[in-house]
T-cell receptor, first 109, second 114 residues
Framework: GIQVEQSPPDLILQEGANSTLRCNFSDSVNNLQWFHQNPWGQLINLFYIPSGTKQNGRLSATTVATERYSLLYISSSQTTDSGVYFCAVEGGSQGNLIFGKGTKLSVKP | ETGVTQSPTHLIKTRGQQVTLRCSSQSGHNTVSWYQQALGQGPQFIFQYYREEENGRGNFPPRFSGLQFPNYSSELNVNALELDDSALYLC?????????????FGPGTRLTVL
C-alpha cells in the first residue's frame, strides 16, 4: 500500500517564525489533504491539494504530484498554530485516506 | 450548513462489552468513513459507507461493524471490546467517494476500555 512520511516529527518555534512541513508519498494519488488537529482531537481541514499551490492567509501549500511530495508553509507563526499537522492521501479503490504520523508543532510566545 | 457531528463525546467501557458510536454527516454528503486514532498515531481507516452499502474496509476484525441509514448518518459498533480498542474514533463525510472529493471530519468520540 501507499506509504506516507512526514517530516520533521517535532518542531518548536518562537512566535513569529516561519516553518515548512513536508509530506512524501510512495505512489501516485488522486487526493491529498492537509489537516490541523487541535488539542481536543478535532481534525480541521487546511487544504485539499492533489496538485499545484494554494494559499489561505498565513498558510500555503504546494503539491508536486510527479515528484510525490507536498509542502505546508506556515508564516508568522502564532501560539494558536500549535498542534499536530497531518498529511493524508487517497489510498486506493475505496478512496479512504492514508495518514502520515504527523508533525507536532509547538509555538512558544 | 451543518458540519459533521458525533456522539457521544466520551465513553468508558469495560473489556468484553459492546459499544455503538454515532455520526451525522455534513448536509449534502452521502459517504461516511470511520477512522481509529490511537494515542500518538495518525488515524487508521476502519470502513466506508456509500449510499447505505459498505464500500471498503481496512485491516480491522469483524467485531467492528457499521451501518448507514437513509439520511446518510452512520453507526460504528464494536463487540467484545479489548483494551487496545481504547482510541479516538473519528468519522468523516464527503459527497461521493473520497478518491476525488474532500473529506470533512467530526470532533470524534474518545473511547476508554478498562
Amino acid at each position: 500500500g501507499i506509504q506516507v512520511e512526514q517530516s520533521p516529527p517535532d518542531l518548536i518555534l518562537q512566535e513569529g517564525a516561519n516553518s515548512t512541513l513536508r509530506c512524501n508519498f510512495s505512489d501516485s494519488v488522486n487526493n491529498l489533504q492537509w489537516f490541523h488537529q487541535n488539542p481536543w482531537g478535532q481534525l480541521i481541514n487546511l487544504f485539499y491539494i492533489p496538485s499545484g499551490t494554494k494559499q489561505n492567509g498565513r498558510l500555503s501549500a504546494t503539491t508536486v504530484a510527479t515528484e510525490r511530495y507536498s509542502l505546508l508553509y506556515i508564516s508568522s507563526s502564532q501560539t494558536t498554530d500549535s498542534g499536530v499537522y497531518f498529511c493524508a492521501v487517497e489510498g486506493g479503490s475505496q478512496g479512504n485516506l492514508i495518514f502520515g504520523k504527523g508533525t507536532k508543532l509547538s509555538v512558544k510566545p | 450548513e451543518t458540519g459533521v457531528t458525533q456522539s457521544p463525546t466520551h465513553l468508558i467501557k469495560t473489556r468484553g462489552q459492546q459499544v455503538t458510536l454515532r455520526c451525522s454527516s455534513q448536509s449534502g454528503h452521502n459517504t461516511v468513513s470511520w477512522y481509529q486514532q490511537a494515542l500518538g498515531q495518525g488515524p487508521q481507516f476502519i470502513f466506508q459507507y456509500y449510499r447505505e452499502e459498505e464500500n471498503g474496509r481496512g485491516n480491522f476484525p469483524p467485531r467492528f461493524s457499521g451501518l448507514q441509514f437513509p439520511n446518510y448518518s452512520s453507526e460504528l459498533n464494536v463487540n467484545a471490546l479489548e483494551l487496545d480498542d481504547s482510541a479516538l474514533y473519528l468519522c468523516a463525510s464527503s459527497y461521493g467517494l473520497a478518491t476525488y472529493n474532500e473529506q470533512f471530519f467530526g470532533p470524534g468520540t474518545r473511547l476508554t476500555v478498562l
